[in-house]
């Protein structure tokens, strides 16, 4: 079995995992965990197809990684704000709330 092949079943496993985990979950942080994994999967899928050029793919994963840095950020701040406003990180009560 080649090395993209092995590539291509992880991204797989990652992108169900994250969505299994999205689907499964009233947490607010397991659920942004989940997106992120989903994500990392979608990234590792790009990356297993972009690989047959490698400067196409290093100039990629430089953007992604700036990207997801970046969502990291902005993602932990609205955590941060949320949590102070209701006290508490159940998707059901922000959603009953209308959040």
Do not use: C, H, K, W
Not at 9 to 25: D, F, K, M, N, R
Not at 42 to 51: D, G, R
Not at 60 to 83: H, T
């Amino acid at each position: 079995m080649s090395l993209q092949y092995v590539v291509l079943a992880t991204s797989v496993a990652l992108v169900a995992i994250g969505v299994y985990g999205l689907t499964s979950s009233n947490n607010l942080v397991r659920q942004l965990l989940s997106i992120e994994v989903l994500f990392n999967g979608v990234v590792l899928l790009v990356a297993a197809i972009a690989s047959a050029n490698p400067g196409m793919l290093t100039l990629l994963l430089v953007v992604l990684v700036s990207v997801v840095s970046g969502e990291v950020i902005i993602v932990m701040a609205l955590v941060i704000s949320m949590y102070r406003a209701s006290r508490t990180l159940s998707s059901d009560v922000l959603e009953e709330r209308g959040v």
